[in-house]
């Protein structure tokens, strides 16, 4: 009785399990058969991968907003370093780099930041490349996996220099610290004529003057535009030209080897302190033997039909047995024909002003087109007033004064490759990548 009871009870049960999942099955077909407010149920099985991928795309959009601000400090930081990668060490422009770029990059998304720098040479100058890293923390996307998304840019930049320049007025604000008057002609061979005043009539080409040269460049302004003809232009509101020669001295002198030195026919002379200054007389001629002459007080004169020649010889006008600071007085139709040493102490340099003399001593240097001083005329606190010189391909010739004026007709090229001179001309920082 009890076993056919249980088997009654066991038959039942398997009935009502039979008749749940039937009623399961109607239902779920019911389900999908209903078309009432069927969105929302298809829309909450949709959403998952939907919320995914807007997820995914505030992340991406928070690492590409700080992978922007790293790449515009890297430029910036890569420009910065480009212009002083010759002036530090490697070990300081790695320093100098991180914490310019960090001043420059604070973005709290980004962890674990880390900068590279790296300098290389290149055409006419150098390049500087700046790495940086880090790492932005995901708010949605580490349900899929990925806790942080990792960001870096590069950055390259280039500094180079043409190194074309052959005039450069050094005073920083005078006005008319270069200068061409009356009806001179300058010619500037494939070279350019640099100013470092920040006056408003830096530069002023008067009357019928005319200066043509490869390019012209000053800190101020100028005056007499129409007047200048140029090959890459006419810039003005630059950065001031460094002095090429500033780091140069020529060596300590004693005694007085002559004074009042006077020649008034053919002669050859050796180096040496001459005080009193150098008279060369109309028709004379003086032959110099390489090395430094140091004119001690007193004037270097040259009368017109003088001659003056010589081979790897610097000129130094200076003061210190005499009182006074040597000036040059160089009148027309004197003829010069001077190159300055290779190597040395005074390379490329044929006449070398003393910096402690008072500004805006005079020099003039007025031959005219039989006066040819090779390699650098650098008379850094002189008043230079210039005519000579032609615009021959071999020649080489620069003038660095506190002022330059020019007189009469000028011709300057910068053919100084076996020279020794020393180029200068705007250093460009540019961004290359």
Do not use: W
Request: a positive charge; one cysteine or more.
């Amino acid at each position: 009785m009890n076993f056919v009871k249980a088997k009654r009870r066991t038959i039942a049960s398997v009935g009502r399990q039979q008749t749940d999942i039937g009623a399961n099955i109607v239902l779920l077909i019911r389900f999908l058969q209903n078309r009432e407010a069927s969105v929302a149920p298809m829309l909450a099985l949709a959403a998952l991968p939907l919320f995914a991928s807007v997820g995914a795309s505030i992340d991406f959009g928070r690492a590409a907003s700080a992978r922007a601000a790293m790449q515009a400090a890297a430029d910036a930081t890569a420009l910065l370093m480009a212009k002083d990668a010759k002036v530090v060490d490697d070990s300081q422009m790695a320093t100098n780099a991180t914490n310019y770029f960090n001043a420059n990059f604070q973005n709290s998304e980004v962890g674990s930041l880390q900068t590279t720098v790296a300098t290389s040479s290149a055409s006419s100058g150098y390049s500087v490349n700046i790495g940086a890293s880090g790492v932005v923390t995901t708010r949605f996307m580490g349900v899929m996996g990925f806790s942080t998304l990792h960001v870096s840019v590069q950055s390259n930049a280039l500094s180079t220099m043409d190194g074309l320049g052959c005039i450069l007025s050094l005073n920083p604000h005078a006005s008319s610290a270069a200068a061409g008057q009356g009806s001179t002609n300058v010619v500037l061979s494939g070279c350019s004529l640099y100013d470092n005043s920040d006056n408003s009539t830096a530069l002023t080409v008067g009357g019928s003057a005319a200066i043509t040269a490869y390019s012209v460049g000053v800190v101020g302004n100028l005056t007499g535009r129409s007047n200048i003809t140029t090959t890459q232009g006419i810039m003005t509101g630059m950065g001031a030209i460094p002095d090429p020669y500033a780091t140069m001295s020529f060596p300590a002198f004693s005694a007085c080897t002559q004074q009042n030195f006077n020649a008034k026919d053919t002669v050859t002379i050796d180096p040496g302190v001459y005080c009193g200054g150098m008279k060369i007389n109309a028709g004379a001629s003086v032959t110099l033997n390489p090395g430094i002459y140091y004119l001690d007080g007193g004037d270097l004169t040259m009368n017109g039909g003088a001659t003056l020649t010589g081979t790897g010889v610097t000129l130094v006008f200076t003061s210190q047995n005499k009182s006074g600071y040597a000036t040059a007085s160089i009148n027309g139709n004197a003829t010069i024909n001077l190159t300055p040493p290779k190597t040395g102490p005074t390379a490329g340099i044929v006449v070398f002003g003393d910096r402690r003399m008072p500004e805006g001593t005079a020099y003039t240097f007025n031959g005219g087109a039989t006066q040819y001083l090779g390699g650098a005329i650098y008379l850094p606190r002189g008043a230079v007033s210039f005519s000579g010189g032609v615009s021959s391909s071999s020649n080489c010739t620069q003038l660095i004064g506190n002022t330059v004026t020019f007189t009469g007709n000028s011709g300057f090229s910068l053919n100084c490759n076996n020279y020794g001179t020393k180029p200068f001309s705007p250093r460009v920082v540019k961004l290359t990548s």
